[in-house]
């Protein structure tokens, strides 16, 4: 199976999951459920984009002119004082145009007269000149944020001016982690004999939340098909499940048998990629996602990024999967087999503004301290010839929120 | 003044804020400020890759060849029991390499024999095949992670094997918001007469929440010279204070008098660029750092990408400033003034992996609502002529983490 049929198997099975009301001050991140329409118009009042002086166009059409100064607007005051014929008043940018004022002249181009009871204006405007008019920029009723959109500072700033003090986002999935293997000891534990420290479980629990998901730690548990039951139908009663380990070809990796034990339909059995190739993906009854990926730890990880991120955003509310961006290499690549393939590399930006992927020196899927500084994995179509520097290659970027 | 000398002048005054220790599971997006250290080798033991049997090499140099069966080696267990001649003994990926054996033979060119008592293997290995040696990845005493290093969930992996179940990172910075102008009122009201909501507060609070920051917001204060200064003394004991408004050159903009009265002394006064002109960088005695950005949101959104996210990520313990990123334009921009001049676009990875910019349809710097769906700002320099679709163009992404 190919990584994007693999991928419609999963996107095919996810729905979004249900919505949740936020303050706006928590809402960073998180993907709008219902659209926020605009409760006003904006501006909601005609105003000045300039400090300068409110005027009539006409009087100011033949320049230099002097008018007498006959107010001052702030911002956030409306005048009920008409401007008339001659007469200019002093506005500030963002405050609101005078009746009778029909242009703003900027305060570059004027100077006091008289201490300040004039103002001598030495550049002509034409109506309307530096106001913004009520509603230019929205009215009303307007959607001002569509459901789907991803909250980033940008959108905060228009969920605001639209009255957005709480909104409308969708959940974000819990997901249980869950790590097995005979050999795994906690990070704070020295590995003794044949045992290493279960690093999936902490590099997981973070790319899931760098998915805007909630990572739930199940902790490790061995090769014990009683003990992995017990674990596993804890973790189905979360939105989605995943396991590292016990799903190779090994004489104790009872992951598979135990998952249909506990009514785990596979959708995805093998996914023709390297490394990750017998990452597995299935479903319950009641929903629940499953994804039981290789114990390696560079396998998991791009188990992880082909099927669990994809199936992450979906759940988020967010329906389409990163694509795969070029880049030039900056090393060399081997040629791939019969599978696609993945290599962790780093990427920077070079002067020219271009993207630049560095391959990693790792040592195989087993080795997670090559994965020091991947920013992605540059990927190769099955059966290509080796890369070398200079050539432009598809890197699958590492979410970043 | 231009943006890359403002941007020294900032950089050249920030020194990284202290360091904190914190556990691996806290660390995601943090700033390492001491290096971590393997404390063993890695991998810690000779080890199989593949499932299959560990063999003597000089047994299978023929094939296909029967070898006897005389154990099995689960990964975790270290067995005393030494592989004689003729022998092969099962073995699981990651597992430890028994005494005697020099290779391991992948189960998919075995079949068992005489009921798994022996093992008929087809294919030959050479000395060493799928043997990953102990210390091939690192050794203990390997520096895994530099200090500088940003924590993403590769480095999770890392630090995990490496031992770092606690790991000391640089302090995030505290940084005090406070929006300035008697026409701001919050976004849970509704603006009346020349009134408009604060978009800047929620923007700029969740801007530094992307840079790593903690922000304190201080909600708003009108153009008071006295509640300015008592709100700015407060502000002035974090480790950065962010202005908006009350900068320019308006009869109520105070912003510059007061922080003088508060004992900032200015570095920057105004940059060459557009929007963002009147922006404002200073520092204190103490070393609190000052930036009074305009109150215009896409001015003010310009202000804190090209002076407040450098400041913040150096406070963070990392020096580098992201760069503009080379887009295709797919749309218009308008030529520019003497100053450089930054553009809202969204931005989207093409079907041949290109990164496409597409410029909104804003109002200006006074509109908040035509930030939706920013990505980044488009930049151009001084004197730049239009630039059409299908250019290519600088593209300054905002932070995403």
Chains 1, 2 share one sequence.
């Not at 955003?313 to 690549?333: F, M, N, Q, Y």
């Not at 081997?334 to 290599?343: D, E, P, V």
Request: proline share 6%; charged share 20%.
């Amino acid at each position: 199976m190919t990584v994007e049929q693999a991928q419609r198997e999963v996107l095919s099975r996810v729905q979004p999951l249900g919505s949740e009301t936020v303050g706006i001050s928590c809402a960073l991140y998180r993907t709008l459920a219902v659209p926020i329409t605009c409760d006003l118009d904006y501006p909601p009042f005609d105003r000045s984009v300039m400090d300068g002086f409110a005027v009539r166009s006409a009087d100011v059409r033949e320049t230099p002119v002097t008018l007498r100064v006959v107010g001052q607007i702030p911002a956030g005051q409306i005048t009920t004082q008409r401007l008339g014929a001659g007469e200019a008043m002093q506005i500030n940018t963002g405050a609101a145009i005078p009746s009778g004022a029909d242009a703003v002249v900027r305060v570059e181009v004027t100077e006091p007269v008289d201490d300040g009871r004039s103002v001598l204006i030495s550049e002509s405007v034409s109506t309307g000149k530096f106001i913004s008019r009520r509603g230019a920029h929205a009215q009303a009723g307007d959607v001002a944020l569509k459901a789907g959109t991803l909250i980033t500072p940008s959108e905060i700033a228009v969920a605001t001016t639209a009255g957005g003090a709480e909104l409308t986002v969708y959940c974000r999935p819990k997901v249980a982690v869950l790590a097995t293997g005979n050999e795994l000891v906690d990070v704070d534990t020295t590995p003794v004999g044949a045992q290493i420290r279960n690093s999936n479980q902490y590099s997981l629990c973070d790319l899931i939340r760098t998915s805007q998901a909630d990572p739930v730690s199940l902790g490790t548990v061995g090769d014990d098909r009683d003990a992995l039951r017990a674990k596993i139908e804890e973790g189905l009663e979360d939105d989605v499940l995943c396991i590292t380990g016990g799903i190779s070809m090994g004489a104790f990796d009872f992951v598979p048998e135990v998952l249909e034990q506990c009514g785990v339909t596979f959708h995805v059995r093998k996914m023709s990629i390297k490394p990750g190739r017998p990452t597995i993906f299935g479903t319950t009854n009641r929903g629940t996602l499953v994804f039981a990926l290789p114990g390696n730890p560079v396998s998991a990880f791009v188990g992880f990024e082909v099927l669990v991120r994809p199936a992450l955003s979906a759940l988020c509310g967010r329906s389409h999967i990163e694509r795969p961006v070029k880049a030039i290499l900056d090393g060399k690549l081997t040629a791939t087999t019969n599978r696609r393939s993945y290599f962790p590399v780093s990427v920077h930006i070079d002067d020219d503004g271009a993207m630049v992927a560095k391959p990693l020196s790792w040592g195989g899927s087993g080795d997670p301290v090559g994965m020091g500084g991947a920013d992605g994995f540059a990927t190769r179509a099955a059966e290509s010839p080796g890369a070398v520097e200079g050539d432009r290659v598809d890197v699958l970027l590492f979410g970043r929120w």
